[in-house]
């Protein structure tokens, strides 16, 4: 199975390009390696900054990879979470596809 790091402000932006919130991601944690395969579960909260996640409806989650250089980001590798509802709760869970990446150290 191959083994894909995944840095967590790679969600945050995916997220953060769709819901344009300032959201506090508080799971995976940050530098997290995931593995294609795997299930993982993301949570967040409101980070206090306008506008809140109560003004907010829908939101999409899109896997990305890289670093935080230029030239060394990659999006979207593959869509986890289309058309999830803010008002459901503050987490999504999705699989991490096999194939998406390769073993590399992200940096």
Same mark, same amino acid.
């Given at each position: &199975?191959?083994r &894909?790091?995944?840095?967590?402000?790679?969600?945050?932006?995916a997220l953060?390009s769709?819901a344009?919130a300032?959201?506090h991601?508080? =799971?995976?944690?940050?530098?997290?390696s995931l593995?294609?395969?795997?299930?993982?579960? &993301?949570?967040?909260?409101?980070?206090?900054? +306008?506008?809140?996640l =109560?003004?907010l409806t829908n939101y999409?989650?899109?896997?990305?990879?890289?670093g935080?250089t230029?030239?060394?980001?990659?999006?979207?590798?593959?869509t986890?979470?289309?058309?999830g509802?803010f008002?459901? !709760?503050?987490s999504a869970t =999705?699989?991490?596809?096999a194939?998406?990446? +390769? !073993?590399?150290?992200?940096?």
């Amino acid at each position: &199975m191959a083994r &894909m790091a995944i840095p967590l402000f790679s969600l945050l932006l995916a997220l953060a390009s769709y819901a344009l919130a300032d959201i506090h991601f508080t =799971a995976p944690a940050a530098a997290a390696s995931l593995q294609a395969g795997s299930t993982i579960t &993301m949570t967040w909260q409101d980070s206090g900054v +306008a506008p809140s996640l =109560a003004d907010l409806t829908n939101y999409v989650i899109n896997l990305c990879a890289g670093g935080n250089t230029a030239g060394s980001f990659l999006c979207t590798l593959s869509t986890l979470v289309a058309g999830g509802v803010f008002s459901a !709760d503050n987490s999504a869970t =999705a699989t991490i596809p096999a194939g998406v990446g +390769a !073993d590399a150290v992200n940096g």
